[in-house]
Each structure stands twice: as C-alpha cells, then as structure tokens.
C-alpha cells in the first residue's frame, strides 16, 4: 500500500497537467462553453431554473 501512495500521487498530477486549463478545471471550461451557447440559443426565451 505505501507504494501505491507514494507513486500515484505523480501520475496523477502528470495527467491532471495534461487536461488542466490555463485558469480552470476542464468541467469549469465545458460548462461555461455550454451556459454561454444555451443562452445564445434561448436568448428570446425566459427560462426559470430551480
């Protein structure tokens, strides 16, 4: 198990290095990409989410 901790930790960060953007996570980056084409798309139309 030590080793396991002791190892994962760099793969992980070597990946995260690899999908990370410059400001924010990859889901920040997608969902901010979507909401701004959802209201582009809905921009005439009043939506109330709850």
Not at 1 to 8: A, S, T
Not at 12 to 16: D, H, P
Not at 25 to 28: A, R
Not at 34 to 43: F, G, K, R, S
């Given at each position: 198990?030590?080793?396991?901790?002791?190892?994962?930790p760099?793969k992980?960060?070597?990946?995260?290095k690899?999908?990370?953007?410059?400001?924010d996570?990859?889901?920040?980056e997608?969902?901010?990409v979507?909401?701004?084409?959802?209201?582009?798309?809905?921009?005439d139309?009043?939506?109330?989410?709850?």
């Open positions: 198990m030590e080793l396991f901790l002791n190892v994962r760099a992980s960060a070597e990946m995260y690899k999908i990370w953007r410059e400001n996570s990859p889901l920040m997608y969902t901010r979507q909401t701004d084409q959802l209201n582009e798309i809905c921009e139309t009043m939506l109330i989410l709850q």
